[in-house]
DNA sequence: CTGAAAGCGCTAACAC
DNA sequence: GTGTTAGCGCTTTCAG
């Protein structure tokens, strides 16, 4: 059904060696050969089969890349950024998203190895380092996306967490709020920008309860949640921090379903900068991530990692830039 | 470095026939000979190669996905849930974002049948049909998602976007709005979402003017740039059905920046009820897809016929649901 | 119960 | 210039 290198080379009249030369565009032939196996494989639509390519030793020219979730735009969008430049450098990518399931996590990784990609981008949280361990050690080029490097010595590309964290926090302390309550993930990434978080408070020469402090997983239903906890644990912000536009507009759209106003009653900042930032009203002022560059980067890091092995590994830091729309204003409390 | 099935052949004392056997849970051989092969597979952290079983027949447990855009919350969600639905049974899928390009669409099909995935879903428009029969005839089961099947008899599933389009329509015109612009992409789905829209015209007696049927592709900058073009053509609709959400959100801004008040200056309604639907303010009033029973649906469907090669090839179309929230109200002009 | 051996489709020396 | 051949890691009869 499918041709494979013999029925090329049966039609075109010679031998498969040569077919893999056209295919390849290596060694040496006679222009007339080559042109007369090409129109033979144009004609029988052939496709070389990168299994069996790969099966002898060269690269399947695809990237793994692990998401906790495809459905939460920053990772979408990241996921697009990072397609596209692959794609550009003749790579393709395979998408696995682990739902932050440990199980999941464990055995997309396994899977991406068997099927053999030439690297990876990680850009879950991980929550069995094991298993990267085993990546690591087989030598399998792989970079961290927004997550740092957990203990492996391994390049990881983030944005700078500590200080979005710190510039969130400013903001709304500069706008006179007192009282601000930050939502967290369970991810690495969150406890920069809770440090973050603090180290404002203390150079406004204010403690921060640590009460102020909630974590949940990223969605809209969990920031809806969110906030009702916190007012059922008597908490009346009049800042909230969430970690990422996700809870940030479940907070949104909790605190209007409570009948509060926004931002006259509540100042609320995301983190992310994705598409949803830009369709709430009022627009959600938020901590940017340079999603795209940030997605170029990965890229160009792990092929060059791919092809160029033991590379000094790096931290890469991004800088996170702060983005006022609507959400927030002066406390007036 | 990483191990073979020789390796743990050798450290078991068995020959690479047992090996394969456990690894498969087939054959015959005492109990204690499986355990200690597994034991060593652990030990060595073997993972069996796929495309070296693949080369031998067995298939690569793996779905190719096409899709236009995967930042575009319809296809990332749609993304999420046949990831999700296709891994419960199994199997993982690569994703590839074609970016409406003809190119990319070609480069994508070609690398996923060279990667030899076991089934293809196609979610996007495909431009080139050829690129298609061409899969058709190497016997490759896929199904078409979102898109019809343009002639080769494929099974496909979507929505009923007649159905859908005019039900959309028909809210607007109940509503007393005489004057609706259609903003449609270029894609099938889109023409028959038109016909629905002159369906629910001409019931309600009223013919349509050619002139209010706009084009664009689906991204919000360009439901901005499209209302901007409405108007400036001279058009003054009273309700906007837009083809999809983006453009909805798009028209949204635009409508807001221009000074317009929805929904009482401007009613939209969209297409799909995506994240986006529900964070804008109000609410977004669509038409609803079922991505979750549609991403289920199309995995099953594209599973069974990847196991049960030549089934009847079905046309399955999907309820639209009409989900009314804030940016449509009577007609007051 | 377990192993030997023939492929799967392709690449890369090495011959001719 | 072009063909032969030995693998790549695994599956699958078919012997033993």
Redesign the pocket.
Known sequence: M?P???D??KAA?????????V??S?????E???ERVKEIMEKLN????L???A????GTETLGLLVPDISNPFFSEMAKTIEDRAHESGMSVIICSTDENVEKEKKYIELLQRKHVDGMIVASSFHNKKVLEGVASRGLPFVMLTTDDSGLGVTSISVDDFKGGFEATSHLLSEGHQNIVIIAEYAKSSKLRIYGYLEAHAEHGLVSSEENIFRTVASIENGRECLRQIFQKGRVPTGIFACNDLIAVGVIQEAKTMGLKIPEDLSIIGFDNTILATTTVPGLTTIAQPITEMGKKVVDVIISEIKNKNQTKERILFKPQLIIRGTTAMNNR
Do not use: D, E, F, W
């Open positions: 499918k494979t290198i013999y090329v080379a009249g010679v031998s498969i060696a040569t077919v893999s030369k295919i390849n290596t060694g040496q032939m006679r007339a050969t080559r052939y496709q070389p089969s299994m069996a390519s099966l002898t030793g060269k």
